[in-house]
C-alpha cells in the first residue's frame, strides 16, 4: 500500500475530528435553542387556546417561543404583561 494514500487517509480523519471537536458546541448550543423554541411555542400556542374567550392573546412568533422556552412560567407571565401594557 502506498504511504501516502495512508498518510491522506491519517489526515482527513484527524481533519474530521477536529471539525467535529469544534463544531459540536455550536451546533449542541443551536438545537437546545430550536427544542426550547419549539416547546415555548407549543405552551404559548396552548395559552392562546385556553386564553382567548378572556381576551388574552400573545403573539407566537420566534423571539416569543424562545422566551417561553427558555425562561418557562415566568416567561410566559413577561409576555403576558408585554402584551398587555402593548394594547
Not at 455550536?26 to 395559552?47: D, E, H, Q, S, T
Not at 417561553?68 to 401594557?85: H, M, N, R
Amino acid at each position: 500500500m502506498d504511504y501516502t494514500l495512508a498518510l491522506s487517509f491519517f489526515f482527513g480523519l484527524l481533519l474530521l475530528y477536529v471539525l467535529v471537536r469544534i463544531l459540536y458546541l455550536p451546533a449542541r448550543w443551536l438545537f437546545l435553542v430550536m427544542y426550547n423554541g419549539v416547546i415555548g411555542g407549543v405552551i404559548l400556542w396552548l395559552l392562546n387556546f385556553a386564553a382567548t374567550p378572556l381576551g388574552l392573546r400573545v403573539a407566537i412568533n420566534p423571539l416569543t417561543a424562545v422566551i417561553a422556552g427558555f425562561l418557562g412560567i415566568p416567561g410566559v407571565i413577561f409576555l403576558i404583561i408585554i402584551s398587555y401594557l402593548a394594547s
